[in-house]
């Protein structure tokens, strides 16, 4: 019995990571989808190295491609579906406007609902403009759908889960560390991030030292980043500065870390929340975080804290200092099952849905 063809899929991305491209290589070894993916260059602020290679998996530089060449070469690949990263890109546009009565046309954004000036006037615009490109949304959870449904598309044609970690190699990292956190729970905090204003960094510092001050304990921070406020970082014996990261240097880190933090004054969604609650992390979070929607439950796996606020971050320190071992274990025990809720597994279903439903 011969073959199926495979179904074509066009992505239309802007600067890729490596759980997007965990993401694409599932959907890809499914064996039922062709991908093509066209993207924008790596963030020199967070410039990650990944492997791109696969069967019927392909990659192409955006930069390769003026928008009339990208409209045809997308043409002569002829796809059953197409995914747009928002709508920065004109060219990107101009290729959804193309298909949009040819075939799907799907969306993906991950502003969430606010309801500020500029995304009440997009909520009036959207439904009159955003229909002629674009037939779907996905997004990554509830805050965003809200978004979404203001823009004009209906219920039904708005998916969840856009964003996944790569779970696998999360998960892996949880179950061969659980033992030895066991034997000795390692009394460091993480952060992973941009060293910014918006990520927190400095309310984190501030409210480490005053946490240490306040009530003397074993605790260290550990930063994993760089940012425009490098030449910020405190002079603190118990804050070790390691820089930027690459992913496959994370496995150290993890091993030696027991809770993840991110602070954020405000983030969209934060796939590095699911990659920590995969890794069996503690998770602490302000309540702006959108990832901590899904996978952060208060209490349960972790605590919420108020965004530019030092003093709830010391309180939420100060909570974490007095679990024992055994309950710390027992949050990350419970932040890898919570982490289950998106995986790329479930990424390759959603998009196979969108193609063939």
Request: charged content about 25%; some cysteine.
């Amino acid at each position: 019995m011969s073959k199926l063809p495979l179904k074509k899929c066009v992505f239309l991305f802007t600067e890729l990571a490596g759980y997007i491209v965990a993401c694409m290589k599932d959907l890809a070894a499914t064996g039922l989808v062709e991908v093509h993916v066209v993207r924008w260059p790596v963030n020199a602020v967070a410039p990650f190295k990944f492997s791109l290679e696969g069967e019927n998996l392909h990659f192409y530089e955006r930069a390769s491609f003026s928008d009339e060449q990208l409209l045809k070469f997308v043409n002569d690949i002829n796809p059953d579906i197409i995914f747009c990263s928002g709508w920065i890109d004109k060219g990107y546009m101009a290729v959804c406007k193309s298909y949009r009565n040819k075939t799907k046309t799907v969306l993906t954004i991950d502003n969430p609902w606010r309801n500020t000036l500029k995304q009440n006037l997009a909520s009036f615009v959207g439904p009159l403009y955003l229909h002629k490109y674009y037939s779907h949304c996905w997004v990554p959870g509830s805050p965003q759908r809200k978004f979404a449904r203001k823009l004009g598309f209906k219920d039904e044609n708005i998916r969840e889960g856009v964003y996944s970690c790569d779970f696998k190699l999360y998960h892996q990292l949880f179950e061969t560390y659980h033992k030895s956190k066991e034997k000795a729970f390692p009394k460091r905090i993480i952060f992973v991030g941009r060293y910014t204003k918006l990520k927190g960094v400095k309310e984190l510092w501030e409210a480490f030292i005053r946490f240490h001050q306040e009530q003397p304990n074993e605790w260290e921070l550990w930063c994993l980043g760089k940012g425009d406020m490098d030449t910020d970082f405190p002079n603190h014996p118990k804050i070790k500065n390691f820089g930027f990261v690459q992913p496959e240097e994370m496995a150290k880190f993890i091993s030696e870390t027991g809770v993840f933090i991110l602070p954020s004054h405000y983030e969209h969604w934060g796939v590095v929340v699911h990659e920590y609650a995969a890794a069996g992390f503690p998770l602490i979070c302000t309540t702006s975080t959108g990832a901590a929607t899904t996978f952060l439950e208060e209490g349960k796996n972790g605590f919420f804290h108020d965004p530019c606020s030092t003093e709830s971050l010391v309180a939420v320190l100060k909570k974490i200092d007095r679990l024992s071992p055994a309950e710390l274990l027992k949050m990350g025990d419970a932040s890898a099952a919570i982490a289950e809720r998106i995986t790329p597994a479930k990424w390759s279903s959603t998009v196979l849905e969108f193609i063939n439903n």
